[in-house]
């Protein structure tokens, strides 16, 4: 399962590979000591969440990530990846 949101040029990505998998979420390298960045995403239902700005990558580089999750079935594996915890 894959998961996007996106706001403005930059997206939150997550992998899973099932419901009761936690996953690991895209994350950026260039952003690593922004953790207390927060960038903002608004749900269709309204609700807003936050995700440090390094757990956030481009929307283009979301936009290939999705393409080729649906093309394979995998993660992209140019992407740099992290564990939920």
């Known amino acids: 399962m894959l998961t996007v949101l996106v706001n403005g040029d930059r997206a939150w ?3 899973q590979n099932s419901e009761d998998d936690p996953g690991v979420t895209a994350s950026d390298p260039h952003y690593a000591q922004s953790e ?18 390094s757990q956030t990558i481009s929307k283009e580089e979301a936009s290939h990530a999705r393409i080729y999750f649906f093309q394979t079935g995998e993660k992209a594996p140019w992407i740099s990846w992290r564990h939920e915890t």
Do not use: A, Q, T, W
């Open 36 to 53: 207390k960045v927060l960038y903002e995403f608004i749900l269709n239902n309204g609700h807003r969440v936050s995700y440090p700005l």
């Open 13 to 15: 990505m997550r992998y």
